[in-house]
């Protein structure tokens, strides 16, 4: 049903990933956005390129990226994040992506994460399977917390790296381990795909998750959402077990 939309989506997020590609080993310049929050050249001539691919396919749809802010238009809205992972891109650690999400009123129904330096285009739609590179995936019911591999991000504000530290802290001594990849959209597409154990991502904004969790959805992740905090677990149980710690 949305298959023409979930292709348009991939083809976009390639094209914008060649241009991440060609600036990856590059010294890019940086402008500081936030505590610990950087935007580079990079970012912007991804966004411009998705934007305008968007503007020439669906004229009259919405827009929200962001680095450029909102677009308004019809009831369809693309969420757009050009380039998740900066400060990685800019250290030329290769834990980056693209995410581009479709919703209709208030329901995603294409959601698309591309990294494309590991070349790992994860994407699903409200009907269809969770994929990564032509192949369904599903997350791991690893039920022993010793054997969970989990990862917790944080936003630029200092009330979200203590609430970062605080869970960090909680988890530390009873899981095997803890990363902060600094790719929220990477990570939760990760617990999808049987990577991760579980994320909670404090602090994140729309383009972070919007598309990662439709792909977590479909895989059969369990989510809670609590204002902008997010959690994405591999099941129920896995959230039980870590309740418990």
Known sequence: MYGDYLEFAKSVARGAGKIIRKYFKSEVSESIKGFGDIVTEADAKSEEYIIQRIRKRYRDHSILAEESGGIEGSEYRWIVDPLDGTTNFKHHIPYLNISIALKHTDNTIVGVVYNPILDEMFYATVNTPAMMNDKEIKPSDQSDP????????????????????????????????????????????????????????????????????????????????????????????????????
């Open 146 to 245: 010793s054997r969970m591999f989990i990862g917790i991000c944080h936003g630029s504000s200092r009330e979200s790296i203590q609430r970062f530290l605080d869970n960090t802290s909680k988890y530390k001594f009873h899981v095997r381990e803890i990363r902060r990849l600094g790719s929220a959209g990477l990570e939760i597409c990760y617990v999808a795909s049987g990577m991760l154990s579980a994320f909670i991502g404090i602090d994140l904004k729309p383009w972070d998750y919007e598309a990662a969790l439709l792909i977590a959805k479909r895989a059969g992740c369990y989510i809670e959402t609590e204002g902008n905090t997010i959690k994405v677990y591999a099941s129920e149980n896995v959230k039980r077990v870590l309740d418990r710690i």
